[in-house]
């Protein structure tokens, strides 16, 4: 059974840091690996999609990588502004489900 | 930009009654979803399902559960008797696969309290 596990739980930045949030999983017989933002209360708006084949992707000021041997994947903020202040999912793709991390919930103080 | 639409946005429910929550995915997807978040809790997977029938369900997914897609554009998840720990925000999801390639499209999401 697949386990998500985000590391860290929180994280408090002063704005225009640059950050990086961690994913590890433990099954690497995935589709593709999603990050989500999510902010209280509210949906999930995906961020960024890493297929199995790929290594990484970028948009905008974030980037994610993702290394299935090492059953890791980083989301990579760069600039942070107060407007990123949310909580941030990773949630990995098989064949039928989506399994989810239970996200970093980020502070970006002014 | 197409989107998935979930209602009502939030439901209150007396316990034991039944519910129906309500999706119209994105119209030209195949597979479906449903998944819940207890508050403060993971988001979970409920269910997946294509040509009209289930494909996966977790463990969750018990017998008071039930999906449908009656008329070709809604998909809908009933609670038959619903209970005080299923209230939690439900999302819905919709998308399109390939070979290696699995991608879903959230819902706002319907929140039910079951009182």
């Known amino acids: 059974k697949q386990e998500v596990t985000q590391i860290p739980a929180a994280l408090s930045v002063p704005e225009g840091e640059n950050l990086v949030l961690n994913c590890s999983f433990t099954?690497?017989?995935?589709?593709?690996l999603q990050w989500f933002r999510q902010d209280p209360g509210k949906g999930l708006t995906s961020l960024l999609l890493?297929?199995?084949?790929?290594r990484e992707q970028t948009s905008g000021r974030l980037n994610a990588s993702l290394d299935k041997s090492s059953g890791r994947s980083t989301l990579y903020i760069a600039a942070s502004q107060p407007g990123d202040s949310a909580t941030y999912l990773c949630?990995?793709?098989?064949?039928?489900?989506?399994?989810f991390g239970a996200g970093t919930r980020l502070t970006v103080k002014p | 930009e197409p989107e998935v639409t979930q209602t009502p946005s939030h439901q209150v429910t007396q316990m034991g009654q039944e519910v129906i929550l309500r999706c119209v995915p994105i119209?030209?997807?195949?597979?479906f979803y449903w998944y819940r978040q207890i508050l403060g809790q993971k988001v979970e997977f409920l269910v997946s399902?294509?040509?009209?029938?289930?494909?996966?369900k977790s463990e969750i997914f018990d017998d008071q559960f039930s999906v449908e897609r009656p008329d070709g554009s809604n998909f809908t998840l009933k609670i038959r008797s619903t209970k005080l720990e299923d209230s939690a925000m439900y999302f819905c999801?919709?998308?399109?696969?390939?070979?290696?390639?699995?991608?879903?499209?959230f819902g706002p999401g319907t929140r039910l309290t079951v009182l």
């Open positions: 119209s030209n997807h195949l597979y």
């Open positions: 949630a990995l793709v098989h064949n039928n489900d989506m399994r």
């Open positions: 099954d690497s017989a995935i589709y593709n």
């Open positions: 399902f294509y040509n009209n029938e289930i494909s996966e």
């Open positions: 890493i297929q199995s084949s790929q």
């Open positions: 999801a919709s998308g399109v696969k390939g070979d290696s390639y699995n991608e879903q499209f």
